[in-house]
T-cell receptor, first 111, second 115 residues
């Protein structure tokens, strides 16, 4: 089983739609959780950090369910510019500051 | 502007040659990381360093080497022993201490093609 699992998609949605991505992680000891956004052939960029049960930033809402070991990302009122791959990222299990990256979920927002 | 720079953006090499990828940061971050990304796949950790003059192997260190002589710099050498070196290489850094110790910030990457 992969340490961080995501549905690869693609999710193809019209502009204005609400879309949600889920991610599951295998180790209950993980403490820090993130969503990164990666555009085609570019570097990943930090979208949101999820340090408690969840947080919201404008159109983006991230939620964490520790009991079920999953993290979600909700995007409301999708824009064309939201088209990208969204990476679910979880902190490692040892004392280092390593991160474990999911393979990503691809989002395509159409006009 | 604070950030992470990687050079060059594109690099072409012949098989059998060693090549060194540059990574510099001016964010005053303690920790630095090297990842490899292959088409359609996630990031895989090659090496990481939490402090100057110290570094550890990641999940796929074979065929790679690093040094961390300065806080700002973490160069990666892809040796001829690396069987499939063609990939997108990403350098990242994080504070490595305090509340935001895990948040990693990435450089623009280097695309290496070996023929």
């Amino acid at each position: 089983r992969k340490e961080v699992e995501q549905d690869p998609g693609p999710f193809n949605v019209p502009e204005g739609a609400t879309v949600a991505f889920n991610c599951t992680y295998s180790n209950s000891a993980s403490q820090s959780f993130f969503w990164y956004r990666q555009d085609c052939r570019k570097e990943p960029k930090l979208l949101m950090s999820v340090y408690s049960s969840g947080n919201e930033d404008g159109r983006f809402t991230a939620q964490l369910n520790r009991a079920s070991q999953y993290i979600s990302l909700l995007i409301r009122d999708s824009k064309l510019s939201d088209s990208a791959t969204y990476l679910c990222v979880v902190s490692g299990m040892d004392s280092s500051y390593k991160l474990i990256f999911g393979s990503g979920t691809r989002l395509l927002v159409r006009p | 502007d604070g950030g992470i720079t990687q050079s060059p953006k594109y690099l072409f090499r012949k098989e059998g040659q060693n090549v060194t990828l540059s990574c510099e940061q001016n964010l005053n971050h303690d920790a630095m990381y090297w990842y490899r990304q292959d088409p359609g796949q996630g990031l895989r950790l090659i090496y990481y360093s939490q402090i100057v003059n110290d570094f550890q192997k990641g999940d796929i260190a074979e065929g790679y080497s690093v040094s961390r002589e300065k806080k700002e710099s973490f160069p990666l050498t892809v040796t001829s022993a690396q069987k499939n070196p063609t990939a997108f290489y990403l350098c990242a850094s994080s504070m490595g201490r305090g509340e935001y110790s895990y948040e990693q910030y990435f450089g623009p990457g280097t695309r290496l093609t070996v023929t």
